[in-house]
């Protein structure tokens, strides 16, 4: 059984920053690649991250310059630094693990950017 817990949301005025953490827990490793994923009130989820096995990255465009993906070495432990966040920032914050066997995701974490 695969657990992933998140940590590190909370509420920021615009231009601050915040760092937000994901661990999988148990016994499976292999983990291909790991995302970080948003979703606003009344919006569809959106993929703003991406890091895979080689430590390739890749990020949405809105969030491109600003937020940062880290893994360690492990492959068990995600990250996501947002710096100059924007009000537009403000959603659910979502990570998952992706394995052949399946994806595994954490249960979210809310960020609000408001003055």
């Known amino acids: 059984q695969v657990q992933v817990t998140e940590s590190g949301g909370g509420s920021v005025q615009p231009g601050g920053s915040l760092r937000l953490s994901c661990v999988a827990s148990?016994?499976?490793?292999?983990?291909?690649?790991m995302t970080w994923h948003r979703q606003a009130p009344g919006k569809q989820r959106e993929l703003v991250a991406t890091?895979?096995?080689?430590?390739?990255?890749n990020y949405a465009d809105s969030v491109k310059g600003r937020f940062t993906i880290s893994t360690d070495k492990a492959r068990k432990t995600v990250s996501l630094q947002m710096n100059n966040l924007k009000p537009d920032d403000t959603a659910v914050y979502y990570c998952r693990f992706v394995h052949l066997g399946g994806d595994f995701w954490g249960q979210g974490t809310q960020v609000t950017v408001s003055s």
């Open positions: 148990g016994r499976i490793g292999g983990f291909t690649a």
């Open positions: 890091i895979i096995a080689s430590g390739a990255t």
